[in-house]
């Protein structure tokens, strides 16, 4: 069992950047994937970044070369640096993992099943 705790939220100006962490409970979170997933009003839950146990990194296609996710197995958080941050990254950010062990390159909000409660990101033009 894994709980997730997000934190690191606010209001930003367009440009600006914002540092997210996720802090998890439970034994064994260096085998786990851990991602970072969004909602934004009236839009469906959509995936942003995910960090493999081996260092290995994925990112939406919307976010790459302005998110860098990262993770330090030593106290158990993951984080998400979001940089050059736009009107439109405004949405929930939640943190996520699937069960231990899995992983899928597809990132389907419904392979994830441990999520944390979402902080909210606010980018103003």
């Known amino acids: 069992q894994v709980q997730l705790v997000e934190s690191g939220g606010g209001l930003v100006q367009a440009g600006g950047s914002l540092r997210l962490s996720c802090a998890a409970s439970g034994r064994s979170f260096s085998s786990y994937v851990m991602a970072w997933f969004r909602q934004a009003p009236g839009k469906e839950r959509e995936f942003v970044a995910a960090?493999?146990?081996?260092?290995?990194?994925d990112y939406a296609d919307s976010v790459k070369g302005r998110f860098t996710i990262s993770r330090d197995n030593a106290k158990n958080t993951v984080y998400l640096q979001m940089n050059s941050l736009k009107p439109e990254d405004t949405a929930v950010y939640y943190c996520?993992?699937?069960?231990?062990?899995?992983?899928?390159?597809?990132?389907?909000?419904?392979?994830?099943?441990?999520w944390g409660q979402g902080t909210q990101v606010t980018v103003s033009s």
């Open positions: 996520a993992a699937p069960p231990i062990g899995y992983y899928s390159r597809k990132h389907y909000s419904n392979e994830y099943n441990y």
């Open positions: 960090i493999v146990w081996s260092g290995s990194r």
